[in-house]
């Protein structure tokens, strides 16, 4: 039963009071929300669910698995506790974890679900409870990025609690600190200011199914950059800035011909910006210097990303029904959709790119399917 045919249906609870029935939807839709995303808690009969936006906002299992497989030790403190599913999966990999958390109702809600862990709940702000914390060996922290208008927030500074201010505090408590970042935050730059600090990040980009979840920056480390796409672990990119900076690729000069592969970084590694040493490494040429495709002669087939191969090199006959990828192209989806009166699905691509330059067309048929 759908949660809003069920919300109907008051008249039948009257036994209940208004703020009971409202706690029983509450739970029947977290659990209908997050069912697949958490396993685990699904399965657990007496686990309490926050409110939407905390269901909607939280880590999911398969994330939050990857980020406890970084660390362990003695004790760990989340400072940003919200739901708790980090805290959760995390505290498997320590002896003892504190959880804090400004929002009573979710303090609530962690102490009921933790109940038989070896979490303590700290219902204070991250930078009050600093203020009289000892060490620990891993400090985590999850910045909240909306304003307090509710909108969202592109700065690391801007986020709450602000790790940039903070961050010397957590470095002297923290024998390591692991902060988890937006996708929409440009990485490079916060790497940046929180590396002021005299202290070395790896960096990990975290994907599913193709899609960036996760920014995770870890002190302590080697530095590195690991780009991974949980769904496929077997594809897993690691690099450092230098080895990208060193990098030669070469630019548009594979003449691309029917039978020739046309290649798409995998979006972790595009978003952690192997632009040039991803060529390098599978022997791929660029098309073009801001065109993030590659070509070769010959499949390599364990490439980490999406491959196709060109089928045709002129344009599709009218009416054919095909996808478009546009990539560095003077023309959006939509607008070379209508041009060449195409129509979407079937497993054809139009790919519309740059190549040494020079707007270019390709029809090519998809080889792998990365989800």
Known sequence: MQIVDLALQRSKYKHLTDDEWRWFLQQVEGRERTAEKLPTFAAIEDWWYPVRLSCEQCSSELTARYKASLVSGETMVDLTGGYGVDT??????????????????????????????????????????????????????????????????????????????????????????????????????????????????????????????????????????????????????????????????????????????????????????????VAERFGLHKLDINTHLYASDTLVPDFPGRIWKIAESQEPKAKRQANVLVRNYPLTPEQLKKKLHLRDGGTAYVIGCRVAGKPTLFFAERMDDIH
């Open 88 to 277: 959760y999966f995390l505290s498997e990999q320590f002896a003892h974890t504190d959880y804090v958390e400004q929002n009573a109702e979710l303090c609530r809600i962690a102490a009921h679900n933790f109940a038989d862990k070896p979490i303590a709940i700290h219902h204070t702000s991250a930078e009050e409870f600093l203020a009289s914390a000892g060490e620990y060996d891993l400090i985590f922290v999850d910045p909240a990025r909306r304003d307090s208008h509710g909108g969202k927030v592109f700065r690391l500074e801007d986020c709450t609690p602000n790790v940039v201010d903070l961050l010397p505090t957590l470095l002297a408590h923290g024998k390591r600190v692991m902060i988890k970042l937006s996708p929409m935050l440009d990485l490079t730059q916060a790497v940046k200011e929180l590396s002021a600090f005299s202290t070395q990040w790896s960096v990990y980009v975290v994907a599913i199914k193709n899609e960036v979840k996760e920014l995770l920056l870890l002190s302590g480390g080697s530095g590195r950059i690991t780009a991974i796409d949980l769904a496929k672990k077997e594809q897993v990119f690691v690099f450092s800035k230098e080895e990208e900076q060193k990098a030669q690729s070469a630019i548009g000069h594979l003449s691309l011909e029917i039978g020739n592969f046309i290649y798409e970084p995998s979006a972790a590694i595009l978003k952690a910006g192997a632009y040039k040493l």
